[in-house]
């Protein structure tokens, strides 16, 4: 059988912060339509490792490129098919939901009135439809992540990356997203997100990609995952190869230790 072409192709990727290392050597490829959960410990490198995919982070070491396309060669081509939801996105607070998706679909050369349309049908599937044209600087934080959301795929793009995408979602938004990713896919798109809620990476996700301490420490199916760790959950996976499930009772026990002495 003829080997895919990966969408999505990392050779040792190598990248430091002044003297620390934070990725150790990455190598992955991903395939058009796979939905990959990218998930590993606070500090592990997966915001690190998804700023280089989008070409915002170019210093680093190794060979990344998108589509064919390097992605420190050629970055505009790249940014052309891709979409990114970042983890802690300084939204322009003084705009409203509109402004600001009429902003970002400039960049990505839309006409105005194509903008306002998808902009509007979006918001609105999100229950924004009242707050259209409030400022942002009122809204709570789930309700920033929806704006968010809508801005980093209003261009339809091929790829869409996502930095922790649920955070701050309520249940009905979570199932909302979860629903539109696995259409998105349908569609013939290909995700790759980042996420601490182990249920939906469970759920969601073609494969399963965990990093720990900016290695990859297990890349395979959920049901490939917990057959090789003789584990029952992702959780239990996830924390038998990041060290979590042997050290947090005792950590929990010092935690409480420690509000107690004087
Ligand atoms: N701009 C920066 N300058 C210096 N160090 C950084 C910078 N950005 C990230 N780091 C460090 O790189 C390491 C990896 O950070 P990164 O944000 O990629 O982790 P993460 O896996 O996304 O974590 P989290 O789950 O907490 O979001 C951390 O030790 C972090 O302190």
Excluded: C, W
């Amino acid at each position: 059988m003829q080997e895919l072409t990966p969408v999505i192709s990392i050779r040792n990727l190598q990248k430091s912060y002044g003297d620390q290392q934070v990725l150790k050597g990455i190598d992955l490829d991903i395939h058009q339509g796979e939905i990959i959960g990218y998930i590993g410990p606070n500090g592990a490198g997966k915001s690190t490792t998804l700023k280089i995919l989008i070409g915002i982070l170019g210093d680093f070491s190794g060979e990344v490129s998108i589509l064919g396309y390097d992605v420190k060669k050629d970055a505009m081509e790249v940014k052309k098919h891709i979409g990114y939801v970042p983890e802690n996105a300084m939204l322009y607070e003084v705009l409203t939901p509109m402004e600001y998706l009429l902003f970002i679909g400039r960049l990505y050369q839309l006409e105005d009135a194509q903008i306002e349309k998808r902009a509007k049908e979006l918001l609105s599937l999100f229950g924004l439809s009242d707050v259209i044209d409030s400022r942002m600087s009122t809204f709570s934080k789930g309700m920033r992540q929806k704006v968010l959301l809508i801005s980093g795929m209003i261009h339809n793009p091929d790829i869409i990356f996502l930095d922790e995408p649920l955070s701050g979602l309520d249940a009905n938004a979570v199932i909302l997203v979860k629903e539109i990713l696995a259409k998105l896919k349908k569609a013939g798109k290909t995700i790759l997100y980042s996420s601490h809620i182990m249920d939906v990476v469970e759920k969601l996700s073609d494969r399963i990609v965990i990093i720990n301490k900016g290695q990859i420490v297990a890349n395979g199916t959920f049901e490939e995952l917990k057959a090789q760790d003789s584990m029952s959950s992702l959780e239990g996976v996830f924390g038998s190869l990041t060290g979590g499930n042997h050290e947090n009772q005792a950590r929990a026990d010092e935690f409480i230790q420690a509000l107690s002495s004087l």
